[in-house]
């Protein structure tokens, strides 16, 4: 524009002429480039083309254009202590890397398809032996999955073979078809055990039962008393009357608190030696008798196989059930002779057990039914018994509460 602030055509002309100047110097660098290509320098570097006349690297190539000279390759040489630093990452930092080899140019060795290919070998077994120390290999010292898959199916087909021979064993006795073995001593005392926890549980339940009817009796002499002190308050025409009865229930009823104790301790004892001392006793016949069958059943296999043909197959069926049937012998062996022993020692613990207990079961009744008291009580020191106070085991205010 002009002074005047006018358009100058004259200024934008000369504006146009360099724009178009300016274009035309950047199509012939741009050609000139194009047909000149880039030049290549020692080492591989690329040098800008001539008719630039620009010194310095040349950042840009044009793949399309033919080029005049080749190109070498960089040099790359793979780091040999990767493959390690895979394999253990807790000590891969721990690694140093190795140095490379100097080449006459002064840069690093390229490493030939050969190299490439063991050193991958190389890491790939050594990734291999890492994932299987990893996964819990034997290396370890722990079983694989298929190892304890093969030693579960090895039992159970252990289990099903002796269950099997126990079951033919117990039909064919039930049959008649099979022989047992009897110890006539030891069959007799187990059958006396047997009676004997029958006719003990037979006395534990009666005497629960007088023990709790009792119960109720002593409730009711104490419920008895408190109306009879109460009735002796406000009638005082029977005032004396009603005062003897009180303090007779009260007193009935403090001595049969302390014949509940008496009693509790009975059924106590007598409930241990039934369910507990018998009933273990009676668990050890049981494996006994279960031992007793697989040593039949073994028995009569190994038996059967010695009457058969003598050929290889058969000795060789013979041997193995000769060695299960003579593990099976000191099995049953050993039972017998622990319940032989148990028996022994459950005889001289019940008659020792049932002379105390009868003794207190007699001196307490009859002590509490003659109506003596000191009898009563020195029975319970006699035999260590704590009697119960009444309200003893009562909750308190605030646990009845929540």
């Not at 009897?182 to 004997?196: G, Y």
């Not at 409930?271 to 059943?297: F, G, H, P």
């Amino acid at each position: 524009m002009s002074g005047d602030g006018y358009p100058n055509p004259g200024a934008e002309e000369n504006g146009a002429m360099q724009a178009e100047d300016l274009d035309d110097t950047f199509e012939q660098d741009l050609r000139n480039m194009i047909n000149d290509g880039p030049r290549i320098g020692p080492g591989g570097s690329v040098l800008p083309p001539t008719s630039l006349g620009v010194p310095g690297p040349f950042t840009g190539i044009d793949l399309s254009s033919p080029q005049k000279t080749s190109i070498t390759s960089p040099n790359i040489t793979e780091n040999p202590t990767v493959g390690s630093r895979l394999a253990n990452p807790s000590g891969g930092a721990r690694v140093a890397a190795s140095p490379r080899a100097p080449t006459q140019g002064g840069g690093s060795a390229p490493v030939t398809p050969s190299q490439t290919a063991s050193y991958n070998a190389n890491n790939r077994g050594n990734l291999g032996r890492s994932d299987s120390q990893d996964n819990g290999s034997p290396l370890h010292g722990q079983p694989t999955t298929s190892e304890v898959a093969r030693a579960k199916l090895e039992g159970l087909k252990v289990w099903s073979v002796s269950t099997y021979k126990c079951t033919r064993q117990m039909v064919q006795e039930r049959l008649g078809k099979a022989s047992r073995t009897v110890d006539l001593q030891l069959e007799a005392q187990i059958e006396v055990l047997r009676d004997t926890q029958r006719k003990y549980s037979h006395i534990l339940k009666l005497a629960r039962t007088l023990t709790s009817q009792f119960y109720l009796v002593v409730q009711t002499q104490r419920s008895l008393g408190d109306a009879f002190g109460e009735l002796a308050a406000k009638s005082p025409e029977l005032q004396e009357e009603f005062g003897y009865n009180a303090d007779t229930q009260k007193s009935l009823c403090a001595n049969g608190e302390v014949l509940l104790s008496a009693l509790n301790f009975f059924t106590s004892s007598v409930n241990t030696l039934c369910n507990k001392t018998m009933e273990d006793s009676l668990v050890t016949v049981k494996q006994y008798e279960s031992a007793r069958i697989e040593y039949d059943a073994y028995r009569a296999d190994t038996e059967s196989l010695q009457l058969g043909p003598k050929d290889n197959t058969t000795q060789t069926k013979l041997q193995e059930a000769q060695l299960k049937y003579e593990r099976q012998k000191e099995k049953f062996d050993k039972l017998r002779q622990d319940v032989a022993v148990k028996l022994k020692f459950l005889d001289e613990n019940k008659v020792k057990v049932m002379h105390k207990q009868l003794l207190l079961f007699h001196n307490a009744v009859a002590a509490y039914f003659s109506g003596n008291q000191q009898a009563l009580e020195a029975t319970l020191k006699q035999f260590n018994i704590r009697p119960k106070v009444p309200g003893e085991n009562k909750p308190s205010f605030l646990e009845q509460h929540h």
